[in-house]
């Protein structure tokens, strides 16, 4: 029977942290609260921006985007790492290896691309105010997000395709807890580096374009700022950008470290953790960030909690 055969058969074993037996019990809660957090904030983050009238915009249409892709990206991973972190059990099976592999690929690539259309949201309102709605109108906003979705589903098949065609010679040990691309490529039993520069070479489009960009367009938005007369305007528009630029700093400076550095140099400890970081805890901040730094949105949440507190008035008025 063919090795790899062997493998479907049994499925993955996921190493996780099963050398440090009260590290997992710590990271356990750790992610339980961050993935509860998450949860909250982004489900909280969509309700509003729906709900209230004036967040009817591109900018928010994007966030919704943003929250919903969280939620998904941190669900691809929690329940399977929590299983794996809670118990001796650490194995999963090939069918649901193969379909974290695809979906986790695909949402992480989602999030870079979908980074820099938000950042070409902000610069088209900074730089150029007068025009903003006839740009950004809400069919060249949904063709975009359909794109992002389509270049990242592309890259997602080609990346985990290539991967999941490795020989891996009965090796069944993922050094992980989770399908990840790169854990998954050590396992091979062959010569990677043609996968390994496919990775890099995908890598550099998914990640180090959008971010390109996103840099060149905060030096026109920075310089447009500069001549804002407005303090008020002024600082609005240092708030809007500072959320949006604070989330683009944590995602991408983990996401480089992890997948853009020569012959992946990172310690597999250190993968584990930054790992952790960027599908767990970033997402958590996500909310946090637009909030706490947004007006609008915090009014949208506001009135979203008054709402929720009258309907619960109301039901208590009715049963008694």
Known sequence: MDQNNCTSLHGFVLLGFSDHPKLEMVLSGVVTIFYFVTWVGNTAIILASLLDPHLHTPMYFFLRNLSFLDLCFTTSVVPQMLVNLWGPDKTISYEGCVTQLYVYMWLGSTECLLLGVMCYDRFTAICKPLHYFVIMNPHLCLRMVITVWSISLANSVILCTLTLNLPRCGNNLVDHFLCELPAMVKIACIDTTRVEMSVFALGIVIVLTPLSLILISYGY?????????????????????????????????????????????????????????????????????????????????????RLDHESTKLKRSQVS
């Not at 007369?229 to 708030?239: F, Y």
């Not at 683009?248 to 996401?255: A, D, E, L, P, Q």
């Not at 992946?264 to 960030?289: C, E, M, R």
Request: net charge positive.
């Open 221 to 305: 938005i920075a310089k447009a700022v500069l001549r804002i007369k407005s303090n008020a305007g002024r600082q609005k528009a240092i708030n809007t950008c500072g959320s949006h630029l604070t989330v683009v700093s944590i995602f991408y400076g983990t996401i480089i470290y992890m997948y853009l550095q020569p012959g992946n140099s990172a310690s597999q400890d250190q993968g584990k953790f930054l790992t952790v970081f960027y599908t767990i805890i970033t997402p958590s901040l996500n909310p946090l960030v637009y909030t706490l730094r947004n007006k609008d949105m915090k009014n949208a949440l506001r009135k979203l909690v």
